[in-house]
């Protein structure tokens, strides 16, 4: 029902912004919540934000909370991740996901759709 594809990575300095975009299709889009989960070479794919299906509710990952924006436009059809501030740390990939029924924001397995991912590199 939902498709995802995610845009915006790219290399920036510590301390640089870079903005995510995700467009979804799909005719239900505007029911699912939304997230950001990222992974670095060799680490477990770890929950960065959520939002919910209206955008009034949005979720963080401590390590990201102060820096990191997430919102989405339904109009649109496409979830944003605003990133400033950026560290070295948060060099990854960066997947987009979509559930229908999200229990617990931070779980992989409530999410039922994923991007094929966004590189987000961040030099010191």
């Known amino acids: 029902q939902v498709q995802l594809v995610e845009s915006g990575g790219g290399l920036v300095q510590a301390g640089g912004s870079l903005r995510l975009s995700c467009a979804a299709s799909g005719r239900t889009f505007s029911r699912y919540g939304m997230g950001w989960f990222r992974q670095a070479p060799g680490k477990e794919r770890e929950f960065v934000a959520a939002?919910?299906?209206?955008?009034?509710?949005?979720y963080y990952a401590d390590s990201v909370k102060g820096r990191f924006t997430i919102s989405r436009d339904n109009v649109k059809n496409t979830v944003y991740l605003q990133m400033n501030n950026l560290k070295p740390e948060d060099t990854a990939v960066y997947y987009c996901?979509?559930?229908?029924?999200?229990?617990?924001?931070?779980?992989?397995?409530?999410?039922?759709?994923w991007g094929q991912g966004t590189q987000v590199t961040v030099s010191s």
């Open positions: 996901a979509a559930g229908y029924n999200i229990n617990w924001y931070p779980r992989k397995s409530d999410y039922e759709y």
């Open positions: 939002i919910n299906w209206s955008g009034g509710i949005t």
